[in-house]
């Protein structure tokens, strides 16, 4: 069993900035793609960034230029460093991992959720 754990939510006024964190944990070969979604409340889950373990990428174009991401050294962290934060970012940012559990079996997790809220 894979678990997935974040941290790093919070209040932030807008043009701030928030650092989200995930950790993998559990019983696995290696992990493909790891990243970030988000639902804001009345909203559809959508991405928000992903990166391959061999640190290839890809941003909504909502979040391109403020929001990096940003995989650990021991490839089994992902970090999303979010800056000039707009009110529109508030939402339940979720962190999932692709890890291949055995030769060739591959599929996703997610973790539970933090929360990102962006007001003054």
């Known amino acids: 069993q894979v678990q997935l754990v974040e941290s790093g939510g919070g209040l932030v006024q807008p043009g701030g900035s928030l650092r989200l964190s995930c950790a993998a944990s559990?019983?696995?070969?290696?992990?493909?793609?790891m990243g970030w979604y988000r639902q804001a409340p009345g909203k559809q889950r959508e991405l928000v960034a992903v990166?391959?373990?061999?640190?290839?990428?890809n941003y909504a174009d909502s979040v391109k230029g403020r929001f990096t991401i940003v995989r650990g050294n021991a490839k089994d962290m992902v970090y999303l460093e979010m800056n000039s934060l707009k009110p529109e970012d508030t939402a339940v940012y979720y962190c999932?991992?692709?890890?291949?559990?055995?030769?060739?079996?591959?599929?996703?997790?997610w973790g539970q959720g933090t929360q990102v809220t962006v007001s003054s």
């Open positions: 990166i391959s373990s061999s640190g290839r990428t």
């Open positions: 559990g019983t696995m070969l290696s992990i493909y793609w």
């Open positions: 999932i991992a692709d890890p291949e559990i055995t030769k060739g079996s591959v599929r996703r997790y």
